[in-house]
């Protein structure tokens, strides 16, 4: 029997005496605002709840407009759409994300262009973007992960010289901020999910937000099957809605009030977690730098409120003995009771990223085909990373006591102490 708990010794932390923060949290008060939907009767369409939410919303975000939506994958496609993306257009995104970023366009018959990421920060590396760019291309798609923020003064800057439309996907960002303004709210249409695991949810669910009334009446009719919003019957002859049978073919990709009445929950809860979660990270952070072999992520100084959904260090293979990354969450899973990860593949070659598996799709021509298979791109810093160095905790452990944040450093120490019972 060795030290290592992976070899059968006592683990740094005993998760069924000491359970880690459970998620999504919830009390009385979510119980009550769901039996005031049931109550109403008003289960859908346009609800109390949802006015309210997205009123909160956008006031939170600092933007003039936000919409809630059935998900944080059709807000993407939706925000494509309405910048007028379609077949044959471009759209950056960067490699190491969850393959719905990238899906988005496909869906909308655009070419996903998958772009290398930033050694220390895992996001959009804006050098790659600018050699990306052709005339075809017509929005680049930061997505602010891995607890860091997608440089958005370069990319911001990149998008004004060459006339692109920015949407940012924050789906793991809710209420970071970068130069004192929120994630989101920056480019043209920030995205949000709401899926279960996310730093606010409703099970399910997702939101847009801008601040531009021509892109919010275009999104609030696509997502409601091409409605026109219903106040724009009082401004006939006016903006896009203006002339009779002048609609957007759409589909329904509403969401309940039973989830507008939970999300109102949620944002009242997410400043004091993401403060939290930060001062946890940053104790943790200033500490993780005395352990060898692994590095904190970068924080940039322009962002002035971090928010964390993964919460990600740099590991070094080399100084743990050879022990491979991938051996090293296992053990640090099994020192904590908690789950381990790996950054997201690289979409070049991610098994959830498969275009092939829609043959339609090479059907609008052969071109088409071509340029929107992933492995035409290569990512060998998304690769090194996803192979070699990441390690990502869920946001959960970030909800701990500081105590708990020590014993995380305790198990990695141990782990690069015997890394050798692992080689
Ligand atoms: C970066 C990113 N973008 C988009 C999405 C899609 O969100 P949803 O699951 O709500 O469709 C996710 C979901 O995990 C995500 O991680």
Request: charged letters at 25%; one cysteine or more.
């Amino acid at each position: 029997m060795g030290q290592l708990a992976l070899t059968g010794g006592k683990p740094v932390r005993n998760t069924r005496q000491n359970p880690w923060p459970k998620w999504p949290a919830w009390d009385r008060r979510e119980e009550k605002a769901l039996l005031q939907v049931l109550h109403s009767g008003v289960w859908s369409y346009n609800g109390p709840k949802e006015k309210q939410f997205n009123q909160a919303f956008a006031r939170f975000n600092g933007t003039k407009y936000s919409l809630a939506i059935a998900n944080g994958t059709v807000t993407l496609q939706l925000a494509l759409e309405a910048c007028g993306i379609g077949y044959g257009d471009e759209v950056i995104v960067p490699g190491l994300t969850w393959q719905a970023t990238a899906a988005a366009a496909l869906d909308i018959n655009a070419i996903p262009v998958l772009v290398d990421v930033t050694e220390d920060t895992w996001c959009l590396d804006p050098t790659r973007v600018e050699e990306a760019i052709t005339p075809r291309t017509k929005a680049i798609i930061p997505v602010h992960l891995y607890g860091s923020f997608a440089d958005m003064d370069a990319i911001l800057r990149i998008a004004r010289q060459h006339k692109l439309w920015v949407i940012e996907d924050c789906a793991h960002k809710h209420g970071g901020e970068w130069k004192g303004k929120k994630a989101g709210s920056l480019g043209d249409i920030g995205s949000f999910s709401f899926q279960l695991s996310k730093l606010m949810t409703a099970g399910e669910g997702g939101a847009l937000i801008t601040s531009d009334p021509t892109l919010y009446e275009k999104l609030d009719a696509l997502r409601n099957c091409g409605r026109r919003p219903e106040r724009d019957t009082a401004r006939k002859g006016e903006g896009i809605y203006g002339s009779e049978g002048d609609f957007l073919q759409s589909g329904n990709y509403r969401l309940t009030d039973f989830q507008a009445a939970l999300l109102l929950e949620a944002l009242r809860r997410l400043p004091q977690h993401n403060q939290v979660r930060d001062k946890n990270a940053q104790y943790f952070n200033a500490r993780l730098t005395q352990i060898p072999g692994v590095l904190p992520m970068r924080r940039d100084r322009r962002e002035t409120a971090e928010a964390y959904y993964n919460f990600s260090f740099r590991y070094q293979q080399e100084q743990f003995q050879g022990l491979p990354v991938a051996r090293f969450r296992e053990a640090l899973a099994a020192e904590l009771g908690c789950r381990v990860e790996a950054s997201y593949e690289p979409l070049s070659e991610c098994s959830l990223y498969a275009p092939h598996t829609k043959p339609w799709r090479y059907k609008l021509s052969a071109k088409h085909g071509k340029q929107i298979d992933p492995r035409r791109f290569k990512l060998p810093v998304c690769r090194r990373i996803h192979d070699r160095e990441s390690v990502c905790l869920h946001h959960t452990v970030l909800m701990g006591t500081k105590a708990d944040m020590d014993l995380i450093l305790e198990a990695i120490r141990k782990i690069y102490d015997h890394a050798a019972d692992l080689t």
